[in-house]
């Protein structure tokens, strides 16, 4: 059974750090490139970052550059979310998603809330 698990979300002041993690099983994890993204109330998901399956290559959109960071641990099974100096407009539900040639996996998503 297919399955990516996020988790790390929580409550965070403006310019606090969170750490998102996100958990695969079910498929061969190190052969998909792995994503981000998010999803605030009345507004279409958005890209946040990707990652490619070997970790080499990485990609961010404008407004988390240089404030988030995504990595992967293939002999976990695992890719990482590093948010720091978040602000309210960071609000949303992240999710990840793993991707190869015609097949992407989704997860449940995980509640980031910023506020003071």
């Known amino acids: 059974q297919v399955q990516l698990v996020e988790s790390g979300g929580g409550l965070v002041q403006p310019g606090g750090s969170l750490r998102l993690s996100c958990a695969a099983s079910g498929f061969t994890f190190r052969r998909y490139g792995l994503s981000w993204y998010r999803q605030a109330p009345g507004k279409e998901r958005e890209f946040v970052a990707a990652?490619?399956?070997?970790?080499?290559?990485?990609n961010y959109a404008d407004y988390v550059k240089g404030r988030f960071t995504i990595s992967r641990d293939n002999a976990k099974n695992t890719a990482y979310l590093q948010m720091n100096n978040l602000k309210p407009d960071d609000t949303a539900v992240y999710f990840c998603k793993a991707a190869r040639i015609f097949n992407e996996y989704w997860g449940q998503g995980t509640q980031v809330t910023v506020s003071s």
């Open positions: 990652i490619s399956s070997d970790g080499d290559s990485t």
